[in-house]
């Protein structure tokens, strides 16, 4: 028992005299100020007594300190203290009322408000044309103030490496690989940067043909030759607003209005923001940046954003008027990538029996970026030809024009970096690694020639179960002209095995131009929506559309295609197709039993006309995909060739997602028409999702689809011709609710309605879609803090039963980003 109470004497005597103990009281009467706030960067350490009495921990080695009606003092951290704080003037008062009081300031919102209202009037793009150049260079290196303590840090670490006994230290050969490639790159950056990269750009704009960039050179350490989807990427607010001031985030910031001053010659509004956490823990008054705004105008002048935690960021952004509209004139982007600490010790200069004492020190590693714009020239005439092509070209690839555009030279260590980085980086092979990553967003696996779908690996529906396979496509490495596909599936449930075989030939390498052969042996669901042009990210949210169908059909076809972009917007892909189709569901059409064979071909256009692309070795890369989009589709079977069937199919999408003070809005219109003599597959299935055969609580759960209904039976409703109507709306607020990530919410409104002129051809159990069918849900995306979005769906009108369970679905959605 002794023991114990010994132990616990000795745990709450560490605890308190390892405590900073701090008295505040006022300057003027010196008398004890009750409930002054202490603050460690934007975390609260603790609040004064009645005495003024507050002890805390922290590593902080300033504090600040906060009491009503008097002003703020920061103050060095000691064991003991006693700081006096002075009373405030009835002005600064009134401001810090507003502060601590949590709320943001009306006048602040309200010129927010403007700054919105008036985007469009003040943006570039509301004049007839203009065009200019910029210079942008991004490097990763230690902080420019901590290199000597950066090589300072490697000195030691050398030495420490080179008295290991290497016999007698074992390493897995993952981990001995990453630590050879660490050591490589540290001693590589030891007199020059980590990385860098430099680009030299030139913007053009017309409201007669659209936006184009051209690269007019560029260089990256480490990299020969260009990462084109790297070339697209974007640091810099040039086309995006600030998210502190777009209106679905207005509930994560508090704004205040701190001051009016002149900038540039013309009156300026300062609004200071903070963002959100912990209300009851932050600093009242510690802002996360500024925002200048034009008291004429009520343009954007000047953004600063600083991260809530000390040296770990900040980006500052400047805009200028230039015919009454204004263009970005520079920014400067600073991020901490990385943190480092090690103990340094002065052993020469110990006297004997002295013990060894250590000094700890510290730094970063920070990604910079810094862009510059100019040469800016308004409403000059500009040329159909200067637009031709994709949206971004590279002109030269070498870095030897850079030098005509840099604002500054390099400095010795950036000079440096090239020759050095160019080294590490062939030495370990990391050109080809990257490359594994860019093909992950076209949604392929890369292993030097050889490109693996990830579409293929595995599948699940109704009629073939459990589908495995894989599917392989030999890239640009292999030929730069010729690329032969193939892929194979089992489905565990129908026992078949599935397969095809294609053959690109790319017939040009400034545009698509593909003319490919194919053969397939596989299975289709009925009356699918056509999803020709549809890019991966579409297909891959209608994977589980079938997961509760089990109405397909059995196709053997032979097919011939070109696909050609027209222009950077407009797509378009012509085919011929031989084939032979059969029920794999009892099925009968007219007297022609339920297989038959068929000649068709089919025109399918794109038009997205503010999509962004890039040519590269690989084929298009849409860099920046946009609304509006148009899909069309048409196909005519022929009674010729030996062909069974004299058909008309035709259908279409619009696709559309806009901002307004509501939120995001995201709206599809779709229809399609069929007539002659056409199977049941080659009319339209409504999409439906819902398991009617099953009783099981988990068949209501599906995922959310492009088309699909959650609530609907799968494989039920079909229809000659149709249309169909599809809202979501994203709530302008985002919340939080466990851990760091921002939650939303969606709501959804889903429509369709259409008939069946020949019904009685089709001798099979179906229902046409000859009334309005309607469903409402909602989902919460993040849901708990997680990476997933569940949701909640609803039958209404003319299709309502009066059974719960038949009305509801619910979905759940993977939030990739």
Request: with cysteine; glycine share 6%.
């Amino acid at each position: 028992m002794a023991k114990f109470f010994s132990s616990l004497f000795l745990f709450f005597t560490v605890l308190f005299f390892g405590q900073t103990q701090l008295k505040v009281f006022s300057k003027n009467n010196n008398k004890p100020i009750q409930n002054a706030a202490v603050y460690c960067d934007d975390n609260l350490l603790g609040k004064t007594d009645h005495e003024g009495v507050v002890s805390f921990k922290t590593k902080c080695k300033k504090v600040e300190i906060l009491a009503s009606n008097f002003e703020d003092a920061l103050v060095d951290v000691k064991k003991s203290m006693e700081v006096s704080l002075k009373p405030s003037s009835e002005k600064i008062d009134n401001i810090d009322r507003v502060v601590i009081n949590d709320k943001s300031d009306p006048r602040a919102l309200k010129i927010l408000d403007e700054v919105n209202k008036r985007a469009k009037d003040n943006s570039p793009k509301s004049l007839e044309s203009y065009q200019f150049k910029s210079y942008s260079k991004s490097s990763i290196d230690v902080d420019k103030d901590s290199i000597d303590t950066f090589k300072n840090f490697l000195a030691i670490r050398k030495d420490s490496l080179s008295k290991v006994d290497h016999k007698n230290f074992k390493q897995k050969e993952g981990e001995k690989k990453d630590s050879l490639i660490n050591e490589d790159l540290l001693s590589a950056s030891q007199e020059s940067q980590m990385f860098l990269w430099e680009k030299a750009s030139e913007y053009k704009y017309s409201k007669n043909y659209g936006e184009k960039t051209n690269i007019i050179d560029n260089r990256m350490s480490g990299f020969k030759n260009p990462i084109y989807e790297a070339l697209a990427i974007n640091f810099s607010n040039l086309d995006r607003t600030p998210r502190q001031l777009r209106p679905e985030n207005r509930e994560l910031f508090n704004f205040y209005l701190s001051d009016t001053l002149e900038l540039d010659g013309r009156k300026t509004y300062v609004i200071k923001f903070k963002e959100i956490t912990d209300k009851k823990k932050q600093n009242p008054r510690k802002f996360n940046g500024k925002i200048y705004v034009d008291a004429q105008s009520f343009a954007l002048k000047k953004f600063e954003s600083t991260n809530k935690k000390q040296n770990e960021g900040n980006i500052v952004s400047v805009w200028k008027p230039i015919n009454n509209k204004w263009f970005l004139d520079y920014e400067d982007i600073k991020f901490k990538m990385s943190s480092q600490s090690f103990n340094t010790s002065k052993k020469d200069s110990l006297k004997e029996g002295e013990k060894v004492k250590y000094n700890k020190k510290k730094f970063g590693t920070y990604l910079y970026v810094k862009n510059r714009f100019f040469d800016f020239e308004i409403n000059e005439t500009q040329k159909a030809s200067d637009f031709k092509g994709y949206s971004l070209e590279i002109k030269n690839s070498d870095g030897s024009l850079l030098q005509k555009y840099r604002t500054n030279s390099l400095t010795a260590r950036e000079s440096a970096t090239y020759a050095k980085i160019d080294s590490f980086v062939q030495k370990h092979d990391f050109e080809k690694k990257l490359s594994f990553l860019t093909q992950l967003m076209r949604g392929n696996l890369r292993y030097k020639m050889i490109d693996f779908d990830l579409t293929k690996i595995f599948s699940y529906d109704k009629y073939q179960g459990v589908r495995l396979g894989a599917g392989i496509k030999l890239n640009e490495k292999f030929n730069k002209i010729f690329s032969p596909d193939g892929y194979f599936g089992y489905g565990f449930k129908d026992h078949h095995w599935k397969y095809g075989l294609g053959l690109d030939v790319k017939l040009s390498a400034k545009r698509t131009s593909v003319f490919r052969i194919d053969y397939a042996d596989d299975v289709f669901a009925a009356g699918r929506f056509s999803n020709n042009m549809w890019d991966m990210m579409m297909k891959v949210s209608d994977i589980n559309l079938d997961l509760h169908n089990g109405t397909f059909y059995k196709s053997q076809k032979w097919g011939a295609s070109f696909l050609y972009d027209i222009s950077n917007s407009l797509s378009m892909k012509i085919a011929v197709n031989k084939e032979k189709q059969q029920a794999l569901f009892d099925y009968q059409y007219k007297n022609m039993g339920n297989a038959f064979d068929n000649v068709s071909t089919t025109l399918s256009l794109k038009y997205a006309p503010n999509d962004k692309n890039i040519m590269t070795p690989g084929g298009k890369f849409t860099y920046e995909k946009s609304y509006p989009q148009f899909f069309v589709n048409y196909e005519k079977g022929f009674d010729a060739l030996g062909g069974d069937l004299d058909y008309h199919r035709l259908d279409a999408l619009i696709i559309h997602q806009f901002r307004s003070k509501l939120g995001y809005t995201n709206i599809k219109l779709f229809g399609g028409i069929s007539s002659g003599t056409a199977p049941i597959w080659k009319n339209f299935e409504i999409a439906g999702q819902k398991d009617q055969n099953s009783d099981k609580w988990y068949s209501n759960i599906n995922t959310p689809s492009n088309l699909g209904f959650i609530t609907m039976p799968s494989g039920t409703f079909f229809a000659d011709k149709f249309v169909g109507f599809k809202i979501s709306q994203y709530l302008p607020f985002r919340f939080k609710t466990v851990g760091k990530k921002y939650s939303n919410i969606e709501i959804e409104y889903q429509s369709a309605i259409g008939g069946f002129k020949n019904r009685a051809d089709h001798q099979f159990d179906f229902q046409v879609l000859d009334h309005y069918y309607q469903e409402v849900g909602f989902v919460w995306n993040r849901f708990l803090g997680t990476s997933f979005g569940v949701g909640l769906s609803y039958r209404l009108g003319y299709y309502q039963t009066s059974q719960f369970k038949d009305n509801v679905g619910i979905k759940i959605r993977f939030n990739v980003l």
